[in-house]
């Protein structure tokens, strides 16, 4: 019998978000047809992976109109899923010749433009999650927050978050929001056994405080973790695949489960266009990793005991 990812409650509406989120951020490199792109994600359905993971930037601008194809062909798959977008970063490109030089931009006017420039490339009505892609140095929090109270009273978004915020930068938003009686949902923060900077810098003490469940890009590092030559990875890759001999899964699977241990409730996001990739992350929300083997690959990762 094939696992089935588990699901979390996130957003003021506690919303089911499948533990697993698909990210298309590279979808435009997958060179897939229509057809190709439908069944891939029918595919993750069945898994149980119904959260997918967008940004109006990623692709050059044209990833979210090569989703928005597969809904336009079978608009009933749109029920079966959450939409997470991004907006606030401005990219200079052929198709935004408006933009002299990268910036951000989290002005009421570009978020909401971005947010009906995203409906309109994935083929729906609402989003089920927008985030600020990157702390904007001149975001007005209060605009913001306005911002997002009048798109979810129209309907068009029904939960926010961010992207890659300091904790600081989180409760400021958080602050403001609280006056519309709204509430982050997520952070989005990298984080993998070779990037271990949200255990450190507040990250996820914060998300635990708020029960608000940080999403984490690049949970494998880029493939780095699998791949590196580095003493760090070489470390970590061989007591993941000791661990998984042990528990009769894969070194990857191991690696997932190190993460979806952590009592913030993560959701780690896989990047990969191999059905493959996603079973294996799907096998870990099946696995209770051991306190000693979760401790044996933090010490693997860092080189050292703890203290």
């Not at 400021?172 to 509430?183: C, F, K, V």
Request: proline letters at 5%; hydrophobic letters at 45%; one cysteine or more.
């Amino acid at each position: 019998m094939t696992e089935r990812c588990t699901t979390i409650s996130m957003g003021a509406d506690a919303a089911s978000f499948s533990r697993i989120v698909f990210g298309m951020w590279r979808i435009g490199d997958w060179a897939l047809s229509v057809r190709e792109r439908r069944a891939l994600v029918e595919a993750a359905l069945e898994l149980g992976v119904t959260s997918f993971d967008h940004a109006d930037i990623y692709g050059d601008y044209t990833a979210e109109g090569l989703f928005g194809d597969v809904l336009a062909d079978a608009p009933h798959l749109r029920e079966r899923m959450q939409i997470v977008t991004k907006c606030g970063i401005r990219l200079v490109s052929a198709r935004r010749p408006a933009h002299g030089i990268k910036h951000y931009d989290t002005r009421a006017a570009h978020v909401v433009a971005s947010v009906e420039q995203s409906l309109r490339a994935l083929r729906t009505d609402r989003l089920d999650l927008l985030l600020l892609h990157r702390p904007d140095p001149l975001m007005d929090a209060d605009e913001v927050a306005a911002t997002f109270a009048a798109l979810r009273r129209d309907g068009k978004v029904r939960d926010f978050g961010v992207s890659n915020f300091t904790p600081a930068q989180a409760a400021l938003l958080q602050d403001r929001m609280a006056a519309h009686g709204m509430s982050l949902a997520t952070n989005q923060v990298e984080c993998s056994l070779l990037h271990l900077a949200p255990f450190d810098d507040g990250t996820f003490d914060q998300a635990q405080h708020w029960r608000c469940p940080p999403m984490l890009w690049s949970p494998l590092a880029g493939g780095r973790v699998l791949t590196e030559a580095s003493p760090a990875a070489v470390r970590v890759r061989a007591s993941a695949t000791r661990i998984g001999d042990a528990l009769g899964v894969s070194a990857t699977t191991v690696l997932f489960a190190w993460l979806l241990a952590l009592p913030c409730r993560p959701l780690p996001i896989v990047g990969s266009s191999r059905i493959a990739a996603l079973r294996e992350a799907v096998a870990a929300t099946g696995i209770a990793l051991g306190r000693e083997h979760w401790f044996e690959l933090l010490d693997a990762a860092r080189g050292v005991e703890v203290p």
